[in-house]
DNA sequence: ATAGGGTTAG
């Protein structure tokens, strides 16, 4: 067995127990010095005090804080006398660092070697292992150990042994458990609510009623469970996200628990779009930490306002002094990707190849997603590529989902192949990927193919954007009675989307028949959406049917809709440049539109297109546009992107 | 003993 290296610090004239139980203090080992905890190893060897349990034990717990299960296995084999205290340090530390199994075998060998029973500590740790392992038979056996050793009405275990057959899917044991503890605690109604919430029912107010009418007062952990409940609080009367907020307010709720209830608020808050509200929590807060950030920028993202994003992801350091983490790196990255911020996204990934490890899965999948979307595909497959990494499901629908973004179909049907032969399962994501990347490169049959497979021979239902996936296919590729045949042949009422991706077909294609067809259905499905009223409006406009106009117009009117005009925009060196449609106002202007005719003419000639007139040769550049070099993604109420 | 922030498509 190696002993650790012994560092070559001067050994004080009289050492004593004393000096290296000093030592070996919680805040000493915590407070991160490796080589004090080493030191105080050494000097017990030397005095023959690792022998001395109390020593030992420590030893064990300093070792742990530093995640070294190895020597905290050292130092209790090292000692000559083990008591209770030894051992329970040691399934502490092997419980924190190592496998669950790892500490039910320890206990096995504490029941055969110690001549002291467990105590209340021990029965903890085991318990928790077994719910870690989900076995109800062994969480059985140590719930007959903590009766049989008399810890039947201890109300921490009680705690314990019922999320544990919660764990192992269990919830009428868990819930005798509950009823049993002679003297319950605040935890354990925060965990019998949990649990409920978790499983998604909804008698866990109720559950918060009884619990008050017992007396006992909502804490942090029960806000914590409850607040990502009340997220669509504001659509309805009651508001009980706001109730909450307030009652926490007034009651002053959470002793230690601020940062997990104000990081659990400002998601509430924005995951109901009110992003707002959630930035108010986020200033007035008097504590701040790394979630609370998070949380904030990832509001802001989930809610499009990428700048901010950004903006706040930049101040994080120099306004509460924290450093982003992998996951705040992971919430920002997809803002990155948006705003095409090639710039940005690689100081982060150069930010992350510093100071984060490169094994987490998650980060790179945002790197691969960011790169894509800021139009390198060569350094997101490179990414990819790198074999240091473990790639999960996410990984290969990113890398998918980015060759079908650059048009590049067969490379996005050879991964899914490859993703599919590795077992990987499919849900909707993935295979949205692999189909809308078939449907930008036109490989109609492949699509077809994979569709009906899986619908057909693997029981696969397909949710509705799928459906207008394989619309938007067939569509694009011109076969626009097939697609209205695939319409018709769907088991529910096709959503709007649908019949989107029918018109934008009807319009490349120009069938003004099925372009009538799609927006009818779309304005009966989707009446106070006034895209739907300009559509039809251009329609009637382009076969010269100026009362059909009229008409459009008029009943938009009465409705009160008004359509916010659409906006591109490009970042040219930090400075943002917008465009409506057929704008002139830019000061370049004329350099402007002859680039524009520049790059048609080469896209033409890299497509091998024929040279058309210019009615066909603009229709022909926005349909090319659309598909490979302008990638146009809708911001709420703001610009499309141009990459 | 119970809790807080995240990645793929559209």
Known sequence: MLYPSIPTVPLP????????????????????????????????????????????????????????????????????????????????????????????????????????????????????????????????????????????????????????????????????????????????????????????????????????????????????????????????TDDLGRQLHCYILRHNVGMGSKLHIGSSLIKMYCNGGRTAAGRSVFDHELQRNVFTWTAMIAGYV???????????????????????????????????????????????????????????????????????????????????DDESWHKDGISWSSMISCHGIHGEGNEALKLFEKMCSLGIKLNHVNILGVLSACSRAGLVKEGMQIYSSLVGSHGFIPSSEIFSCMVDMLGRAGKLEEALDFIDSMSFEPKPSVWSSLFRAAVTHCNRDVQHLASEFLIHSEPENPSHYVSLSNLHASCGRWDGVELVRKSMEVKGLRKAPGLSWIDVNGMAHSFYVADKSHLCTEMIYKAVDCLSQEMKVACNCPVLDNEQMKREARTIQSDHRVSLTRLPGQANRLT
């Open 13 to 236: 004239p009289f050492p004593s127990l004393a000096a290296v139980l000093r030592l070996l203090r919680r805040e000493t080992a915590g407070g991160g010095s490796l080589l004090l905890t080493k030191q105080a190893h050494a000097r017990a060897i030397v005095f023959g005090l690792h022998h001395h349990p109390l020593i030992s034990s420590r030893l064990v717990t300093a070792y742990s804080l530093f995640g070294l299960p190895a020597l905290s296995r050292l130092a209790f084999c090292d000692s000559a006398s083990r008591n209770v205290l030894l051992w329970n340090s040691l399934l502490a530390a092997l419980s924190h660092n190592a496998s669950p199994r790892e500490v039910l075998a320890t206990f096995h060998r504490m029941r055969v070697c110690s001549h002291e029973p467990p105590d209340g500590y021990t029965l903890a740790l085991v318990a928790k292992a077994s719910s870690e392992i989900g076995d109800a038979r062994i969480g059985r056996g140590v719930h007959a150990l903590v009766e049989i050793l008399g810890f039947g009405s201890d109300t921490v275990l009680g705690n314990t042994l019922m999320a544990m057959y919660f764990k192992c899917l269990r919830p009428n044991d868990a819930r005798q458990v509950f009823d049993e503890i002679p003297v319950r605690s605040v935890a354990s109604w925060n965990a019998l609510i949990l649990e409920h919430v978790n499983a998604g029912g909804t008698e866990h107010w109720e559950l918060v009623r009884e619990m008050q009418s017992e007396g006992f007062e909502l804490d942090g952990f029960t806000f914590s469970t409850l607040l990502p409940l009340c997220a669509e609080g504001y659509a309805a």
């Open 302 to 384: 989930e809610n499009g306002d990428f700048r901010e994003a950004i903006r706040l992801c930049h101040s994080m350091h120099s306004v509460d002094g924290i450093m982003p983490n992998e996951v705040t790196l992971v919430t920002i990255l997809p803002a990155v990707g948006s705003l095409a911020r090639l710039d940005f996204g690689k100081q982060i990934h150069g930010f992350a190849s510093r100071r984060c490890s490169n094994s987490q899965s998650s980060l790179n999948n945002a790197l691969i997603d960011m790169y894509s979307k800021c139009g390198s595909l060569a350094t997101a497959r490179h990414v990819f």
